[in-house]
C-alpha cells in the first residue's frame, strides 16, 4: 500500500499529513489515498486504483485533468521561463478574456489564490466605502484570512471549528454573520449598523455547506439592500466563475455586484485568484490608488496560460455548460431513485453543474438545514463509493463537480456503484 506508507512519511512532516484540512480524509474515517495522475475524469491513485474524480480539484478542472490544450498551453510556457515578477503578454490576455466575460468586472487584478483574492477584495471595500463592517453568511467559505473564518462552512464545518483559533476577537467583532438564504436577518443588521457597513459578500450558489442555491429573490435583496445604504456587493465566484454559466453565478442569475472575486477555473488547474469590478472602484488599488496589495508571483505566466487556455476552450465551445448541466441532472435523478428505492432519505441541491446530496429529508436551505445531514452516513456512502471507483468529495459539506470530460458512460457507472453502495448502507 504506497497511499499508506506515504501518508506515514507525510505525518511526520506536515500537520495532519496534509496541506489542507479536508484532504486528510478525517471527516469519512479513513486514511487519504495519494494521486499519482489524472487524465479527463480519471484520477489513479499510487497503488493503481482507478477513480472517476468529482472533486476536479475543488472544482479548478472544469476541462477534466490534462486537457491537451491546457497541457500544451503550460509546455509552450515552461520552456520560455516561469517567472519574470514583471509584466507579460499572458497576464493581459487573461484579464482581457475575464473582463470581456463578465460584465460588471470592468478592471482586475490577478493574484495566487482566492482567499487572497476575498481578502483584498475586503479591503478595498473598506478603502472605497471607509467603513469597517462585513456581513457574511454563515456556512459561506471565503478563503482562510482572519476576518472571513467566521462560520465559515467547508473544513470549519467538516472539523466542528465553526471559527478558528487565532482569530483576534477585535477582529471578528468587525464581520457580522447572517444565517444564508435569510434577507430578513440582513435588513435587521443594516437598520441596526448600515451606515458602518463595508460589503456584504456572498457566495451566489454557496458551495461550501454543501451546495446551497439562492432562494428566489435572496440575491436581489442583497443588491437593492447593499445600493441602498451604500455598501458594496462582493460575490465571491470562486467556485461558480466560469461554472455556473461563462459569465458566472451573475450571468446566470442577472444580477451585478459590484465587486466578483474569482479563482479555481481562472487557474485551470494551477494557483490562481482574482478580484474585480466597478472601474471606479478597482481604480482605487495600488498603484492607482491608496489601497495596497502587491503579489511576487501574481499574473504568473504559467498559470495565466493554463487559465486562458481554459477559457478560451469554454468560450470556443458554449455547449460544454449544456452538456455538463444535462449529467448533471441525470446524476441527480439517478441517485435520487436509487435512495428512495433503498428508503435512504436524502436531498439533493444542484445548480448547473455543482451538487450536494445531503443524508437528509429535510430540505437544505441554509448552513442550520445542511448540519442537519447525517455526516456518518455520507462517510459510509464516501467509502462504499471510492472501494467502486468513484471519488467523491471527503466530507458531505462540500460539493460534486461535473466536468466537460465526463461522460454518459461515466455517470452510468457512478450510478450503478451509488446502488451497490446503498445496499451497504440500508444495513447500518
Ligand atoms: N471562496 C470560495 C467560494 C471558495 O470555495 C474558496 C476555496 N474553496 C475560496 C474562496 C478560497 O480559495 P483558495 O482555497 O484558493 O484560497
Redesign the pocket.
Known amino acids: 500500500m504506497k497511499s499508506r506508507s506515504l501518508f506515514e512519511r507525510a505525518l511526520a512532516v506536515m500537520p495532519g499529513g496534509v496541506n489542507s484540512p479536508v484532504r486528510a480524509f478525517r471527516a469519512v474515517g479513513m486514511d487519504p489515498v495519494f494521486i499519482r495522475r489524472g487524465y479527463g475524469s480519471r484520477i489513479w491513485d499510487e497503488d493503481g486504483n482507478e477513480y472517476i474524480d468529482y472533486v476536479l480539484s475543488?472544482?479548478p478542472l472544469i476541462l477534466g485533468h490534462a486537457h491537451p490544450d491546457v497541457v500544451e498551453a503550460i509546455k509552450n510556457q515552461v520552456e520560455k521561463g516561469t517567472s519574470f515578477g514583471a509584466c507579460t503578454e499572458i497576464e493581459v490576455l487573461l484579464a482581457e478574456k475575464i473582463v470581456e466575460s463578465i460584465p460588471s468586472v470592468e478592471v482586475v487584478r490577478l493574484v495566487n489564490?482566492?482567499?487572497?483574492?476575498?481578502m483584498s477584495a475586503i479591503r478595498l471595500a473598506r478603502g472605497y466605502t471607509k467603513r469597517k463592517y462585513v456581513v457574511k453568511f454563515s456556512g459561506?467559505?471565503?478563503?482562510?484570512s482572519d476576518g472571513l473564518l467566521i462560520k465559515g462552512g467547508?473544513g470549519l464545518v467538516t472539523f466542528g471549528v465553526p471559527d478558528s483559533a487565532g482569530v483576534p476577537e477585535e477582529i471578528a467583532g468587525l464581520t457580522i454573520v447572517a444565517p444564508y438564504n435569510d434577507e430578513e436577518k440582513v435588513a435587521e443588521i443594516f437598520a441596526e449598523k448600515g451606515d458602518e457597513i463595508a460589503a456584504v459578500i456572498v457566495?451566489p450558489v454557496a458551495?461550501?455547506m454543501g451546495v446551497v442555491p439562492p432562494k428566489e429573490g435572496f440575491l436581489e435583496a442583497l443588491r437593492e439592500i447593499t445600493k441602498k445604504y451604500g455598501a458594496l456587493l462582493i460575490f465571491?465566484e470562486?467556485?461558480t466563475g466560469f461554472r455556473l454559466s461563462y459569465s458566472g453565478a451573475q450571468g446566470y442569475y442577472g444580477i451585478e455586484p459590484d465587486l466578483t472575486?474569482l479563482?479555481?477555473i481562472i487557474g485551470g488547474g494551477l494557483p490562481v485568484?482574482a478580484y474585480g469590478g466597478r472601474e471606479d472602484i478597482m481604480r482605487l488599488v495600488s498603484p492607482e490608488g491608496p489601497v495596497y496589495q502587491a503579489g511576487t508571483l501574481s499574473g504568473n505566466p504559467l498559470a495565466t496560460a493554463a487559465g486562458y487556455a481554459t477559457l478560451k476552450v469554454l468560450s470556443e465551445n458554449p455547449g460544454i455548460y449544456d452538456k455538463m448541466d444535462r449529467l448533471a441532472e441525470k446524476l441527480c435523478r439517478g441517485l435520487k431513485d436509487i435512495m428512495e428505492r433503498a428508503k435512504i432519505p436524502v436531498f439533493i441541491n444542484r445548480a448547473g453543474s455543482m451538487l450536494t446530496m445531503f443524508f437528509t429529508g429535510e430540505e437544505v436551505k441554509d448552513y442550520d438545514s445542511a448540519l442537519k445531514a447525517d455526516t456518518k452516513m455520507y462517510a459510509a456512502f464516501f467509502r462504499e463509493m471510492l472501494k467502486r471507483g468513484v471519488y467523491l468529495p471527503p466530507s458531505q459539506f462540500e460539493s460534486v463537480f461535473l466536468s466537460a470530460a465526463h461522460t454518459e458512460e461515466d455517470v452510468e457507472k457512478t450510478l450503478e456503484a451509488a446502488e451497490s453502495a446503498a445496499g451497504t448502507l440500508r444495513k447500518l
Open positions: 475543488w472544482g489564490s482566492g482567499t487572497e483574492a476575498t459561506c467559505y471565503h478563503g482562510h467547508s457566495e458551495g461550501n465571491d470562486v467556485i472575486t479563482g479555481k485568484g
